[in-house]
């Protein structure tokens, strides 16, 4: 059964900075792995969608890798803003699941 | 249409009501998922469709819930008896393929009281 862990749960930074958000799946047999944000009382909006053959995925000041044998995926989001404050999920799309299978996310705040 | 549409936004119900949460996804889409989010927690899936057939409904937490999608556009998710524990966000999902990424809508939250 596939399970998806998101380290940190939360994450608190200050302006500016560049920072790191990770995500591990236990089985590397997966289509694709897709990176989305949350706001507070809404919907998932997809930041980034990697396909198991790609290692990497870009837009704008987010870069998203992948290395599906060792079962990881970093996002990385340069020059944070305040308004880059949400939550964080990362999911996987495995053949026998048929289904996109999530982490519990992170929750990240920026600070003015 | 544009993107994936889930109605009503907000619902609020009395304990012992039924409920229905209606889905339309993006045109085209064969496959719809839906999916119930806690507070603080990731997405769990409940179901999938390919076509007008649930091809996984291993998700479903019970038989008081159910989903249809009869012409394989939108998809309705019907809760009987609804109890407080069903209080959640429902997610909504359409997809174009295994290839292609998800879409999701807005979602509707459910509270039962």
């Known amino acids: 059964k596939q399970e998806v862990t998101q380290i940190p749960a939360a994450l608190s930074v200050p302006e500016g900075e560049n920072l790191v958000l990770n995500c591990s799946f236990t089985?590397?047999?997966?289509?694709?792995l897709q990176w989305f944000r949350q706001d507070p009382g809404k919907g998932l909006t997809s930041l980034l969608l990697?396909?198991?053959?790609?290692r990497e995925q870009t837009s704008g000041r987010l870069n998203a890798s992948l290395d599906k044998s060792s079962g990881r995926s970093t996002l990385y989001i340069a020059a944070s803003q305040p308004g880059d404050s949400a939550t964080y999920l990362c999911?996987?799309?495995?053949?026998?699941?048929?289904?996109?299978?999530f982490g519990q996310g992170t929750r990240l705040t920026i600070n003015p | 249409g544009a993107g994936v549409s889930q109605t009503p936004s907000n619902k609020v119900t009395e304990k012992g009501k039924y409920v229905e949460l209606r889905c339309d996804p993006i045109?085209?889409?064969?496959?719809l998922y839906w999916y119930r989010q806690s507070l603080g927690q990731g997405p769990e899936f409940l179901i999938y469709f390919q076509g007008t057939g649930a091809a996984d409904d291993s998700g479903l937490p019970n038989d008081r819930f159910f989903a249809v999608r009869p012409e394989g556009s939108v998809s309705t998710l019907k809760i009987q008896r609804t109890e407080r524990g069903d209080s959640a966000v429902y997610l909504c999902?359409?997809?174009?393929?295994?290839?292609?990424?998800?879409?999701f809508g807005s979602g509707t939250r459910l509270t039962v009281v």
């Open positions: 089985d590397s047999a997966i289509y694709n």
């Open positions: 999902a359409s997809s174009s393929g295994q290839g292609g990424g998800y879409t």
């Open positions: 045109s085209g889409h064969t496959a």
């Open positions: 999911a996987v799309y495995s053949p026998g699941a048929q289904k996109l299978v």
């Open positions: 990697i396909q198991s053959s790609q």
